[in-house]
């Protein structure tokens, strides 16, 4: 409603403005006549009555508009102190509510919490045993593994030992045939070497043509040549010795290493094994001491 009054007055406000130009404007005409005759003195008393209205008719504008503000001041006064009258009710009585939901959550939480105490204890007791019986494993656990290990390793040991036993033994075997080889290729050597001697040394030298010292000499250069075929064969054989030889060396050798590696496997893999059982015992102890120290909290 003081809305509507206020337009209303606002629309008469302006009409009063128009015709207040409009006065104005007549006025102003009048004014420029009235330098010419009587009736221009006539129009100009008009135009200062008029002028007088209009200064009437301002100031009852300017009142009423004075009177509009201040009427529409008193209603947003009037509304703001009910609506603040009912906030501070509706906020008090909230507020009363909230103390007592406060109060009434404060006596569940403490009774929760010594609840919560309780069990935290009890479970804390029961943790407690727990991990005493988990040390007394795991200590057990830990000296069965250590006995574990001592013999894996004393038969790791043990395995190396036997390997690298079993590694010189074949070397020294191939070594002593080699050797054995080697011997009888020499005393073939020196037995064709005094064959072929003894045949020069048998040849007559007195007498050049005569049949027997050609027949020896054939004999003897018959001996020479088999002696030089039986030298390359006994070579020969020599080098293909050698690389037999070479070749179990290096076959013992890559066995050696190939069993050296697949010990040093095992020690790695039950290391890492070991490793991974000790985190695994440690981040348990861990989580067990974190959930008592949450309980706790």
């Given at each position: 409603?003081?809305?509507?009054?206020?337009?209303?007055?606002?629309?008469?406000?302006?009409?009063?403005?128009?015709?207040?130009?409009?006065?104005l404007?007549?006025?102003?005409?009048?004014?420029g006549e009235?330098?010419?005759?009587?009736?221009d003195?006539?129009?100009?008393?008009?135009?200062?009555?008029?002028?007088?209205e209009?200064?009437?008719?301002?100031?009852?504008?300017?009142?009423?508009?004075?009177?509009?503000k201040?009427?529409?001041?008193?209603?947003?006064?009037?509304?703001?102190?009910?609506?603040?009258?009912?906030r501070?009710a509706?906020?008090?009585?909230?507020?009363?509510?909230?103390?007592?939901?406060?109060?009434?959550?404060?006596?569940?939480?403490?009774?929760?919490?010594?609840?919560?105490?309780?069990?935290?204890?009890?479970?804390?007791?029961?943790?407690?045993?727990?991990?005493?019986?988990?040390?007394?494993?795991?200590?057990?656990?830990?000296?069965?593994?250590?006995?574990?290990?001592?013999?894996?390793e004393?038969?790791?040991?043990?395995?190396?030992?036997?390997?690298?036993?079993?590694?010189?033994?074949?070397?020294a075997?191939?070594?002593?045939?080699?050797?054995?080889?080697?011997?009888?290729?020499?005393?073939?050597?020196?037995?064709?070497?005094?064959e072929?001697a003894?045949?020069?040394?048998?040849?007559?030298t007195?007498?050049?043509?005569d049949?027997?010292a050609?027949?020896?000499?054939?004999?003897?250069?018959?001996?020479?040549?088999?002696?030089?075929?039986?030298?390359?064969?006994?070579?020969?054989l020599?080098?293909?010795?050698e690389?037999?030889?070479?070749?179990?060396?290096?076959?013992?050798?890559t066995?050696?290493?190939?069993?050296?590696?697949?010990?040093?496997?095992?020690?790695?893999?039950?290391?890492?094994?070991?490793?991974?059982?000790?985190?695994?015992?440690?981040?348990?102890?861990?989580?067990?001491?974190?959930?008592?120290?949450?309980?706790a909290?």
């Open positions: 409603e003081l809305v509507r009054v206020a337009e209303e007055a606002q629309k008469r406000v302006q009409q009063r403005l128009e015709r207040e130009q409009e006065l404007r007549i006025a102003e005409q009048k004014q009235m330098r010419k005759q009587e009736e003195q006539k129009l100009k008393e008009d135009y200062l009555v008029r002028v007088a209009a200064a009437r008719l301002a100031i009852e504008r300017k009142q009423e508009e004075e009177r509009i201040h009427e529409a001041y008193l209603a947003r006064t009037e509304e703001k102190r009910k609506m603040d009258d009912e501070r509706k906020e008090d009585k909230e507020m009363q509510l909230e103390r007592q939901l406060r109060q009434e959550e404060k006596r569940k939480v403490k009774e929760e919490y010594m609840k919560l105490v309780k069990e935290a204890a009890r479970r804390e007791d029961e943790q407690r045993q727990h991990a005493l019986i988990a040390e007394e494993r795991e200590a057990e656990q830990r000296k069965v593994e250590a006995m574990v290990r001592a013999k894996e004393e038969a790791a040991t043990e395995e190396r030992r036997k390997i690298q036993n079993e590694y010189l033994a074949r070397v075997e191939a070594r002593r045939v080699e050797e054995d080889k080697m011997r009888e290729l020499e005393q073939s050597k020196t037995k064709s070497e005094l072929f003894q045949t020069m040394a048998s040849i007559p007195d007498n050049a043509d049949e027997d050609l027949k020896a000499k054939k004999d003897a250069l018959k001996t020479k040549n088999e002696y030089l075929a039986r030298l390359a064969e006994a070579q020969k020599t080098e293909k010795i690389q037999e030889r070479k070749i179990k060396e290096a076959e013992l050798a066995a050696y290493a190939e069993a050296s590696a697949e010990l040093q496997r095992l020690n790695k893999a039950r290391e890492q094994a070991h490793a991974a059982q000790v985190d695994r015992l440690e981040r348990q102890h861990e989580t067990s001491v974190a959930d008592l120290q949450a309980q909290s």
